[in-house]
């Protein structure tokens, strides 16, 4: 059963820093690209960070450049996202999701797996 649980979420100031994880498990983790979208009350999905276990590419949103940083354990299966410098309008659902490659995992989430998400909520 694939299963992609997500953890680390929580409340936090403008400015401040929060690390997101995400443990994979259920598929073969070489093969496939692991990432966050978000989704903000009323907004839709909106594709955050993203990497490549075949070939270590990653991809940044633009709104998240400079601030966030994707990185991944595989011993552990593990993927993180840590958020810096953290602004009001960071503030939503966080969601893992997994694919085959970066665009289908952030652009069509719901073709991909995805697990329950996290709540991270940023006060100004």
């Known amino acids: 059963e694939v299963q992609l649980q997500a953890s680390g979420g929580g409340l936090v100031q403008a400015g401040g820093s929060l690390r997101l994880s995400c443990a994979a498990s259920g598929f073969s983790f070489d093969n496939y690209a692991i990432g966050w979208v978000r989704q903000a009350p009323g907004k839709e999905y909106e594709a955050v960070s993203c990497i490549s276990h075949s070939d270590g590419d990653t991809f940044y949103a633009n709104s998240v450049k400079g601030r966030f940083t994707i990185s991944s354990d595989n011993a552990k299966n593990m993927v993180y996202l840590q958020m810096n410098s953290l602004k009001p309008e960071d503030t939503a659902v966080y969601y893992c999701?997994?694919?085959?490659?970066?665009?289908?995992?952030?652009?069509?989430?719901?073709?991909?797996?995805r697990g329950q998400g996290t709540l991270v909520t940023v006060s100004s």
């Open positions: 999701v997994a694919n085959h490659d970066i665009i289908a995992t952030m652009f069509a989430p719901e073709h991909g797996y």
